[in-house]
RNA sequence: AAACCUGUAGUGUAAUGGUUAGCAUACAAGACUUUGACUCUUGUGGUAUAGGUUCAAAUCCUAUCAGGUUUACCA
């Protein structure tokens, strides 16, 4: 067996020093912990390839755990499409887990830290206190109500409780440290009144824990050993420890494991955005279709694009863990799908922009069926019969009446291979009054059958055309994608807004005709449409209708060339 | 400005003080080709800067520069 020797990512590295250090393997635990307002995307999914990948790689449970403390923004929409999203890219998460389950917990652990006198009631509005807490280059000052008594506090909390304070009037703060240079740890909220149903307890309470007094417990609770996020939240660490360490003395019996919280950069990808608000206002003012249009970012968006789970999270593989800005290039990506496909996918053809090819010299009215191999890569992947005859459709680009050496494809006086089929020869064409090229005239050469055998059949011929039978072709609606932006990095400009960015031709619908094999074909399916790209069948197919979506194009250096 | 974090080919990442700084992608050239695809071969291109420690520095130290994060009753 070849020991190929792997390197760790930094994140691994400390794993790997923890279980050097006395850390149990079994002890090892991961969560992903999305709030649930809004759809992942294929930022999340770094992240989710983390955490899991971390559980594969060490045979630890994983769980999934929505983020759920703030029931204004939270609803049970988001928390089926995330599950639905995780299952899809191929994790299987331990246990389901809620925040809110917790809420009774961390209240219980938020009357000790009171009664300990590391917390108090604020009566404050929101203006004062945000005065009070300074900035990092002047220490803030401390609340009037900070010494309040842990009686008043007591009674304070609970009626915050009960419900008989409006929204805003009292919040609980754990008393820290109001010079800190850590502005997270200038008495943070622990509590807010929030009069809201939750998606899930209902109206079981009024008052909400904040991110960092749930999160960090949370993990604890579920004794996760490793908790990983994005860097945004390596100044939360020293309050996810404050509070980690205050509650752990009430508790290390029933749960004798304390977390840690380590941070990686998040994933930014090329000519996209990756913010759930941003995205959200996208789908709200009707620049795409939802959620799921194939031109967003979203894991429900690229599945539905076409985009294979194997892909993503080879991409994702491919991209690495750091602690280091980045904005990944989109090329890489689109490399791994084509990678992925180039494995999986049949080869058929379908023609995108029409124009007609007569060959003058086959019979009238006869009809041939062609076999055609499905996937060169992948012989158990068979073969297909195509149809054939002497009225077909290729590619406008590929006729020209005379180009020079470097053009490959069908020109006057000039043979080309049609795929599967004949050698052609071009003859004339025939145009309308506008110089359009209306129908183009060629011969065949009748011995010239693919795979026949003949001395005729072996000749080489620079060029080879994909085509469809006019009589026998099906009628496609294609929807082609470009790139929902026309900037890099659109939200990273201080004087543009990232809508100034939207590229209006980011959606181009095409009246196409594809080989008759391609009638069956199911929703979600995909193909390689031969010289063009990778397309699948959209799910707004119906009896009447076929519609593709072109995942990404084959590579193309033709084009690029002769640009 | 303060504190903290981060600087390795265009992009992403590896090298855990010790070969000529590796890999992927992108780009370019060529071979092959019944997909101008795939595959294969080759090439261009990099340690932010300046000092220091050391037999030896991408790696350790110092300074400088650049970028990022934090100053929500969001997460």
Redesign the pocket.
Known sequence: MSEEKK????IE?IIEDDLANGVKKENLRFRFPP?PNGYLHIGHTKAIGISFGLGEKYNAPVNLRF?D??PA?EEQEYVDAIKEDVAWLGYKWENECYSSDYFQQLYDWAIQLIKDGKAYVDSQ??EE??KQ?G???TVGVASPYRDRSVEDNLDLFTKMKNGEFE???H?LRAKIDMSS????LRDP?MY??LKKSHHRTGNDWVI?P??DWT?GESDYIEQISHSLCS??????RDLYNWFRDNVYVYSKENYPLAPKQREF?RLNLSYTIMSKRKLLRLVEEGIVSGWDDPRMPTISGLRRRGYTPAAIRNFIE????????????V??LE?KI??DL?KKAN?VMGVLNPVKLVITNYPENKEEILIAENN??LEEAGSREVPFSGELYIEREDFKEEANR????LTIGKEV?L??GYIIKGESCSKDEEGNITEIHCTYDPLS???SGTEE?KR?VK??LHWVSIKHAVEAEVRVYDRLFSDEAPDAHKDKDYMSFINPNSLKIIKAFVEPSLGKAKVGERF?F??LGYFNVDRDTNSEKLIFNKIVG?????T??SK
């Open positions: 390197s760790l990512n930094f590295q709030e983020d403390t703030n923004k509005s929101s206190m945000a807490k900035t990092p280059t929204e805003g009037s919040v240079p850590n502005m997270l909220l807010r009144i909400y904040m991110y999160h860097l945004e939240f390596k100044p939360h950069s491919t991209v690495g863990v750091s602690k280091r800005e980045n904005i990944i290039d090329a890489l490399f084509r990678e180039n080869r060169p890569e470097k053009y490959f494809r291979r795929k599967n059958k693919s795979g059949s080489k060029g080879t390689q031969q010289r084959l590579r193309d250096t033709w690029k060339k």
